[in-house]
């Protein structure tokens, strides 16, 4: 159970108007006119309580962590624990060390596949991916699979995005040793069913790593409820700072897993020459070098920040405005929808146009102010298997509303007189 | 009005309408070669024909942005009868001014591609620029070869 | 050569109230008295440039690196590279691919540890460290020769702290692979002769990886002069932020380096299941994951503001206090400086007392407002030789003055009228 | 004047002229056993001395900072003449208050040690106090299988 920061403002709906408000990068004289910031699913803008909670760090309270014994030291030891407790509830977790703070998502991915899978992985073993897999949740996989002469295996997609499990029967064969899966997928928006997965994953005793990259901005994650094994998420995609992410791993996992760096704070005593060093307890031996206070610090108030308005209630939010987007685009002549059938799940809807490329759609609308991304979405084995090389996508987040879809049909439309006449 | 910037009429042009476009494979070139960008899927394919020690022709094939295929059309155009020396010389060229290693030569470019010139600020679209002048340097170096 | 900032004031010497005035901790309400900060090598605080230029970053200025095709996210790839280069001219390297973000100093010693070294080091072939080592340029080092079966080596020290190198005779010797060495001690503060290490080492085909953690805040780097392979160093020792930092790797190098994560951005085309996949170009092959933008602006500022302040100046007004401070240290009953002879050559003073425990001096320092450190300093195998298990630690920074030493002497006797009564 | 906070008068007593502290090993313990705190390189050695189910007698040797040693000191006086149960039940509530497990519960410390309390304040230094008392549950338990 989390013991989430209770929503501030507890009407239905959100107030896209006044969330906004918050940010103070759509205030800026730097834009031109009204910035339509539709790349969420890349990165998102960050409030100013994320950013005063940096810049407070830095101007008033600053120090080493875990090793300075004056006040001030021990003051950003606290301030930085309190961070990882923060974040603890955030996730349902059942300790602060079942937490450990990473660079990113893709760094707490590679040290599971390094750290965790590599020493127990064998020649001929099975490791499971779905087909909508990020390069970041995919090619730690690829590579431990490599390195051990294991094979690494698609979960397929349905013709409407969804896994596809019943066409899956081996998924849970016994020489299946890991599943790495996405909650939510950066390119179609699907939402997978993490939680049935890694239930039945864990009766067969198959460790499974979420990674809720895109999730954990608009859905509420209870690991416990989830029961994954390992999950994790970059502060980046949910209003925090860049340069800090998490790794959550069961205690039992976490102390089975070998450090992917080692280095200061992270020992307990160092032998000399080829005398063994003894690594330190968890988290503290996954967090080799000077921890990110600040970093931290940016993260938990992004959580307390999301809280505040309320998962629910942002997740309503964005999924009626991306499947209004999704409407509206079907509409015009030209442009087709990924996937093929059903309407955004989340608040991500990717499209194509039948005679202009992506990156000039995506140029176009820039032009006009309206910020969408072309491209692969690091994620070509989907795109592979959609037959395409890029697709447009627009995501959205909280203080998007219908102005912005506006903004990007009117864009896509100017595009279309551009390539299209 | 908008997308002045980067789409110029004649870019433009060249997309909609480009010139030495084959839609099937290219035949009976002195040398073919393929530029691939993984990171956007723009493929494009260069076959050159030869008369002593100038290119006579230039044929290209594939898909890509429309800054892609603009710059091979005007690449077709523009080293149509230059000597094959030269024509390294401008592959070079090209590679230095969208490569953003010599910045000030820009205004250099023939006239045949100015309309490129534009992409300059937009280091994300360089390599579209660059895809078909660098299968067309790797077709020249595979035709010298043979 | 550096193309670094001109100083700002071309005096002589440093004015440590005027630049003291460019750190907003100093200035907070936070501290009942003066706070004297004697803790910088451990890590600094943060001038408003710095501050201010993360804040910007956020609040004007912020998308997803090398992927949008938006202005917002072409002027933000600028910026980040644009980081990059400044760093590139501060340390005199030949190109910017020359330079790889890391998380921290720790990290990029991780990866060529393992993404350089370790593809290549054989059973019997020895690694060469110093017995003055950081634990974060000796652990890694120590793990690949565990892993390969290789040996790890110490230049040991003579009785002032210098390396011993006529004592190693078989530094250069055929087995030898690698050589890690740090430039400046973080104990000691002895500055070990680098450059005279390095090019030797090169006339005998032996990479050398300089840890410039502690000297890049006082000493001016350049990497061609130097003639090190490898060079690391933490942007928060040198005023810049926390979670960002650097690896230096001469072209050839990196050339030949596997990346320690792979993931998003660091891939040109990837594979289905088992097909191969192909690595991006340097240096985005070293960035798997979102790239950490205001970071990489913040250690620019923070470069170009040691830059504008002059490091020669900044070295003799730290050498100069330094030694001042070991002097009147000296002086006191009880008191035994490291190592025993000589004075320090750089920032850092290092001391114990025959009657009281490091932690107990940091710990009365700490109640008066002066923050030193006491422990091991990740440095066990240093203090191991030295007979020791702790040592206090004093290190300077260019806005201190004698009043901070004055309270560092008050400290010090008091705790001597608590303990030793 | 300073220092009020973590060094009280008790504790610097307990420092300056710590009780049951043996120079050379301990000789003709039940039990003895070491603990080590490798960040500081603090080490203490606890030998305890039974009479029945009681602790009789316990006496420590090491080295350490003024907490660590006042520590032990307070250590030995604390448990001398406890049940071996009740010292066991002490040993886990002393971690549990300084290892910021049950944080409301240091009130109820026993008297002798109410001068440790003060450290509750000072994360960094918490291992400081509970080595010794870490090392007396590892005899307890040594005795008792032997
Ligand atoms: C000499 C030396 N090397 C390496 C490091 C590691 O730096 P970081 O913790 O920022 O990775 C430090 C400081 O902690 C150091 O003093
Ligand atoms: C689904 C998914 N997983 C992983 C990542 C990697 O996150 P990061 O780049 O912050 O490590 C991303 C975003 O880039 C993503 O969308």
């Given at each position: 159970?989390?013991?989430?920061?209770?929503?501030?403002?507890?009407?239905?709906?959100?107030?896209?108007e006044?969330?906004r408000?918050?940010?103070?990068i759509?205030?800026?004289?730097?834009?031109?006119r009204?910035?339509?910031?539709?790349?969420h699913?890349?990165?998102?803008?960050?409030?100013?309580?994320?950013?005063?909670?940096?810049?407070?760090c830095?101007?008033?309270?600053y120090?080493?962590i875990?090793?300075?014994?004056?006040?001030?030291?021990e003051?950003?030891?606290?301030?930085?624990?309190?961070a990882?407790?923060?974040?603890?509830?955030?996730?349902?977790?059942a300790?602060?060390d079942?937490?450990?703070?990473?660079?990113?998502?893709t760094?707490?991915?590679?040290?599971?596949?390094?750290?965790?899978?590599?020493?127990?992985l064998?020649?001929?073993?099975?490791?499971?991916?779905?087909?909508?897999?990020?390069?970041?949740?995919?090619?730690?996989?690829?590579?431990v699979?490599?390195?051990?002469?294991?094979?690494?295996?698609?979960?397929?997609?349905t013709?409407?995005g969804?896994?596809?499990?019943?066409?899956?029967?081996?998924?849970?064969?016994?020489?299946?040793k890991?599943?790495?899966?996405?909650h939510?997928?950066?390119?179609?928006?699907?939402?997978?069913?993490?939680?049935?997965?890694?239930?039945?994953?864990r009766?067969?005793?198959?460790?499974?790593l979420?990674?809720?990259?895109?999730?954990?901005?608009?859905?509420?994650?209870?690991?416990?409820?989830?029961?994954c094994?390992?999950?994790?998420?970059?502060?980046?995609?949910?209003?925090?700072?860049?340069?800090?992410?998490?790794l959550y791993?069961?205690?039992?996992?976490?102390?089975?897993?070998?450090?992917?760096?080692?280095?200061?704070?992270?020992v307990?005593?160092?032998?000399?020459?080829?005398?063994?060093?003894?690594?330190?307890?968890?988290?503290?031996?996954?967090?080799a070098?000077?921890?990110?206070m600040?970093?931290?610090?940016?993260?938990?108030?992004?959580a307390?920040?999301?809280?505040?308005?309320?998962h629910?209630?942002?997740?309503?939010?964005?999924?009626?405005l991306?499947?209004l987007?999704a409407?509206?685009?079907?509409?015009?002549?030209?442009?087709?929808?990924l996937?093929?059938?059903?309407?955004?799940?989340?608040g991500?809807?990717?499209?194509?146009?039948h005679?202009?490329?992506?990156?000039?759609m995506?140029?176009?609308?820039?032009?006009?102010?309206?910020?969408?991304?072309?491209?692969?979405?690091?994620?070509?084995?989907?795109?592979?298997?959609?037959g395409?090389?890029?697709?447009?996508?627009?995501?959205?987040?909280?203080?998007n509303?219908e102005?912005?879809?506006?903004a990007?049909?009117?864009?896509?439309?100017?595009?279309?007189?551009?390539?299209?006449e | 009005?908008?997308?002045?910037?980067?789409?110029?009429?004649?870019?433009?042009?060249?997309y909609?309408?480009?010139?030495?476009?084959?839609d099937?494979?290219?035949?009976?070139?002195d040398?073919?070669?393929?530029?691939?960008?993984?990171?956007?899927?723009d493929?494009?394919?260069?076959?050159?024909?030869?008369?002593?020690?100038?290119?006579?022709?230039v044929?290209?094939?594939?898909?890509?942005?429309?800054?892609?295929?603009?710059?091979?059309?005007m690449?077709?155009?523009?080293?149509?009868g230059?000597?094959?020396?030269?024509?390294?010389?401008l592959?070079?060229?090209?590679?230095?001014?969208?490569?953003?290693?010599?910045?000030?030569?820009?205004?250099?470019?023939?006239?045949?591609?100015?309309?490129?010139?534009?992409?300059?600020?937009?280091?994300?679209?360089?390599?579209?620029?660059?895809?078909?002048?660098?299968?067309?340097?790797?077709?020249?170096?595979?035709?010298?070869?043979?």
């Open positions: 159970m989390s013991l989430a920061v209770q929503p501030i403002d507890d009407s239905e709906t959100i107030n896209p006044a969330v408000r918050d940010f103070p759509f205030s800026g004289s730097t834009q031109p009204r910035f339509h910031y539709l790349d699913a890349a990165t998102t803008p960050k409030p100013s309580a994320v950013i005063n909670s940096i810049s407070d830095y101007a008033q309270c120090a080493p875990h090793r300075g014994l004056y006040p001030m030291a003051q950003a030891t606290s301030n930085y624990e309190h990882r407790r923060t974040l603890q509830h955030f996730i349902g977790a300790s602060p079942e937490l450990v703070f990473t660079r990113s998502a760094e707490a991915i590679n040290m599971v596949a390094s750290g965790w899978l590599k020493p127990r064998e020649r001929g073993d099975v490791v499971w991916v779905s087909r909508m897999e990020h390069h970041s949740n995919y090619l730690p996989w690829q590579l699979c490599q390195e051990q002469q294991a094979q690494l295996r698609f979960i397929e997609l013709e409407d969804q896994l596809d499990l019943d066409g899956t029967p081996e998924l849970f064969a016994e020489r299946t890991f599943i790495a899966i996405t939510v997928s950066n390119v179609l928006g699907t939402e997978n069913p993490v939680a049935t997965l890694c239930t039945t994953a009766e067969y005793g198959i460790p499974v979420v990674d809720a990259a895109q999730s954990v901005s608009h859905i509420e994650l209870d690991v416990a409820e989830m029961c094994d390992f999950l994790a998420f970059s502060a980046h995609k949910m209003f925090g700072p860049t340069g800090i992410g998490l791993g069961r205690q039992e996992r976490l102390a089975e897993m070998a450090p992917l760096q080692v280095g200061g704070g992270m307990d005593s160092v032998g000399d020459g080829m005398e063994e060093s003894r690594w330190a307890a968890i988290p503290a031996r996954f967090e070098g000077s921890p990110d600040p970093g931290a610090v940016g993260f938990a108030a992004a307390d920040y999301l809280s505040s308005l309320g629910e209630r942002v997740h309503r939010h964005i999924v009626s991306t499947r987007a409407q509206r685009l079907m509409r015009i002549d030209g442009i087709r929808l996937p093929h059938a059903g309407l955004p799940a989340s991500i809807v990717s499209f194509t146009h005679n202009m490329h992506p990156h000039d995506a140029q176009i609308a820039g032009e006009a102010g309206v910020a969408i991304r072309a491209g692969h979405h690091c994620a070509q084995p989907l795109l592979r298997r959609l395409l090389t890029a697709t447009a996508r627009a995501s959205f987040s909280v203080y509303d102005s912005d879809i506006d990007l049909i009117d864009a896509i439309i100017s595009a279309q007189r551009v390539f299209c | 009005m908008i997308a002045q910037d980067l789409y110029k009429e004649t870019l433009l042009e060249h909609r309408h480009p010139k030495n476009r084959c099937g494979p290219i035949q009976d070139a040398a073919v070669e393929r530029g691939a960008n993984p990171r956007c899927g493929e494009i394919e260069i076959g050159i024909f030869l008369q002593d020690e100038n290119i006579r022709h044929q290209f094939r594939g898909r890509g942005c429309a800054i892609c295929i603009a710059s091979a059309s690449l077709t155009e523009a080293v149509a230059l000597s094959v020396a030269g024509t390294r010389i592959c070079e060229q090209m590679h230095d001014w969208f490569g953003d290693i010599e910045p000030a030569a820009g205004a250099l470019l023939p006239n045949g591609l100015q309309a490129l010139a534009a992409v300059r600020q937009h280091p994300a679209r360089q390599k579209c620029v660059l895809l078909s002048w660098e299968a067309l340097a790797d077709a020249i170096d595979k035709a010298g070869r043979e």
